[in-house]
């Protein structure tokens, strides 16, 4: 990582409104740091999740940068009913 991202990083992982989006920096900068994607995924953040799922946000930061880990439109459960 540039000195640039780290720091968009930081910011990101320390002040973002959204929860999702924290995790996904974090997640990211202990990557950097030198830990496989694997130990983050199982050790490093507070709630475990699976090693692909960090590898697919590390893609996705590397072709997209942060609007990259945004949710993207239209994923999830769709509605019930349209009011």
Same mark, same amino acid.
């Given at each position: 990582?540039?000195?640039?991202?780290? *720091? !968009?990083?930081?910011?990101? %992982?320390?002040? /973002?409104?959204?929860?999702? @989006?924290?995790? +996904?920096?974090?997640?990211?900068?202990?990557? *950097? !740091?030198?830990?496989?994607? %694997?130990?983050? /995924?199982?050790?490093?953040? @507070?709630?475990? +999740?699976?090693?692909?799922?960090?590898?697919?946000?590390?893609?996705?930061?590397?072709?997209?940068?942060?609007?990259?880990?945004?949710?993207?439109?239209?994923?999830?459960?769709?509605?019930?009913?349209?009011?």
């Amino acid at each position: 990582l540039t000195t640039e991202e780290k *720091a !968009e990083l930081l910011e990101l %992982r320390d002040h /973002a409104a959204k929860p999702y @989006l924290r995790e +996904r920096a974090s997640a990211i900068l202990q990557v *950097a !740091e030198g830990r496989s994607g %694997r130990w983050v /995924a199982l050790n490093g953040l @507070l709630k475990r +999740r699976q090693p692909d799922a960090i590898y697919e946000w590390l893609d996705r930061y590397e072709t997209e940068g942060v609007e990259g880990l945004t949710i993207r439109e239209g994923r999830g459960r769709p509605a019930a009913y349209e009011p």
